[in-house]
């Protein structure tokens, strides 16, 4: 009876957060179309240019490809605020320890546990936060993968669902 709730309870849960993730894309691709419109078309005709330009300069070998995503990946995801959320979980764990005993494999793997979920969480809503503030950010934080147009909203959606439904 329990294993049968808890099992309608997960897929109640998976399928609310896919909602959501559907709801946060179409809210996202709507609001960067009606964007696009208000801006003249010979602009976007000409950053369209410049981006193709930039995407075939070189020929990259696989290597080179795969380490330029990642590198996309670690701008977005600002690893340096995650790294201040990686600690504070860390540091809050050390609290209800009594002797250096306790400090074990078994207890670095609780704390991964729980650093992970809210790297994720940060992950999530540091994307979320780019994915709408894109317009100020293109001003004030331009180096910004979106805002500089080196990754496209599909990919920051995508990047922000994976990182909401591995989430648990």
């Known amino acids: 009876m329990g294993q049968q709730m808890l099992s309608q309870f997960e897929r109640n849960n998976f399928n609310a957060r896919n909602s959501l993730t559907a709801n946060i894309e179409n809210y996202i691709v709507s609001e960067h179309r009606s964007s696009d419109k208000s801006r003249n078309h010979s602009t976007t005709i000409i950053e369209h240019e410049t ?3 930039l995407d075939h300069d070189q020929p990259e070998s696989l ?5 330029a995503k990642f590198e996309l990946l670690r701008k977005f995801s600002r690893p ?4 201040g959320t990686a600690l504070g979980v860390a540091s809050c764990s050390l609290i209800p320890l009594e002797t250096i005993s306790e400090i074990s494999p078994r207890f670095f793997f609780g704390v991964l546990q729980a650093a992970l979920p809210m790297m994720l969480i940060h992950l999530f809503t540091n994307g979320i936060n780019q994915l709408f503030d894109v317009e100020m950010d293109k001003v ?9 147009g080196k990754m496209s909203m599909k990919t920051g959606v995508a990047i922000v669902a994976i990182a909401s439904s591995l989430v648990r």
Not at 63 to 67: K, N, R
């Open 140 to 148: 004030n934080k331009p180096f910004l993968p979106i805002a500089s």
């Open 80 to 83: 340096y605020a995650i790294l």
């Open 51 to 53: 981006a193709t330009e």
């Open 63 to 67: 290597l080179s490809s795969i380490i």
